[in-house]
């Protein structure tokens, strides 16, 4: 049957949201349910308006993306094409590498408030932004720090209601989570409430001062 052709080309060309169904996570896998919150939405469209310039690169390595899935052949300028195989659809798939993505969790000693105005895009691009040594914070009281990296962060354990990250700073920062920020989580450090941050508009953030922390 032509459907299950077509369904079977979907899933094997890893089109959004079908990476799920392998365990994969998605950053820009588009809006397909209605439910995404109101922070995401200026971003799809941008990283596709965006693709293959600096600063669609840059969108891609905040939000921790490795890699890029894409139907069709010339590949992305900026972006590595390691591998590029025909689907069922009969069509080329190819799958491109994000060079120096971020990680998932990392800390960072600089602040920089968010814009109050505007979709949040413009912040995250802004040229003096450098998002490997600062953070933009949706907080009144955010703003100076020490730039640049301070530490490292690892997530040690995942489910779907709760994240735990370990972490090691030698000074005060803060700690990033590359996971959609909703005011309904909640965070503490070594068991003790702290405020939830949005990080870089759309991720989740805390303070966290020097040492070794969970």
């Given at each position: 049957?032509?459907?299950?052709?077509?369904?079977?080309?979907?899933?094997?060309?890893?089109?959004?949201?079908?990476?799920?169904?392998?365990?994969?996570?998605?950053?820009?896998?588009?809006?397909?349910?209605?439910?995404?919150?109101?922070?995401?939405?200026?971003?799809?469209?941008?990283?596709?308006?965006?693709?293959?310039?600096?600063?669609?690169?840059?969108?891609?390595q905040v939000a921790n993306v490795g890699h890029v899935v894409r139907l069709g052949r010339g590949g992305v300028p900026g972006?590595?094409?390691?591998?590029?195989?025909?689907?069922?659809?009969?069509?080329?798939?190819?799958?491109?590498?994000?060079?120096?993505?971020?990680?998932?969790?990392?800390?960072?000693?600089?602040?920089?408030?968010?814009?109050?105005?505007?979709?949040?895009?413009?912040?995250?691009?802004?040229?003096?932004?450098?998002?490997?040594?600062?953070?933009?914070?949706?907080?009144?009281?955010?703003?100076?720090?020490?730039?640049?990296?301070?530490?490292?962060?690892?997530?040690?354990?995942?489910?779907?209601?709760?994240?735990?990250?370990?972490?090691?700073?030698?000074?005060?920062?803060?700690?990033?989570?590359?996971?959609?920020?909703?005011?309904?989580?909640?965070?503490?450090?070594?068991?003790?409430?702290?405020?939830?941050?949005?990080?870089?508009?759309?991720?989740?953030?805390?303070?966290?001062?020097?040492?070794?922390?969970?």
């Amino acid at each position: 049957e032509p459907s299950w052709s077509a369904a079977l080309a979907s899933v094997d060309a890893l089109r959004p949201p079908s990476g799920v169904r392998w365990g994969l996570f998605g950053s820009f896998d588009g809006q397909f349910t209605g439910l995404e919150p109101r922070s995401l939405l200026p971003f799809l469209p941008a990283a596709v308006r965006l693709s293959g310039t600096p600063d669609g690169l840059r969108l891609l390595q905040v939000a921790n993306v490795g890699h890029v899935v894409r139907l069709g052949r010339g590949g992305v300028p900026g972006l590595e094409l390691p591998e590029g195989r025909a689907t069922g659809a009969g069509c080329e798939r190819q799958l491109l590498r994000v060079p120096e993505p971020l990680p998932r969790a990392y800390v960072v000693g600089g602040e920089r408030r968010a814009p109050e105005t505007g979709d949040g895009v413009a912040g995250l691009l802004d040229a003096a932004f450098d998002p490997r040594r600062s953070v933009l914070l949706a907080d009144p009281h955010a703003g100076g720090g020490d730039p640049g990296p301070v530490g490292e962060a690892r997530v040690t354990s995942r489910r779907s209601d709760a994240v735990e990250v370990e972490a090691v700073l030698a000074r005060p920062g803060v700690l990033v989570l590359v996971e959609a920020y909703d005011p309904g989580w909640r965070v503490t450090v070594d068991g003790r409430q702290a405020p939830l941050l949005a990080a870089n508009v759309l991720f989740r953030g805390v303070r966290v001062p020097a040492g070794h922390h969970r």
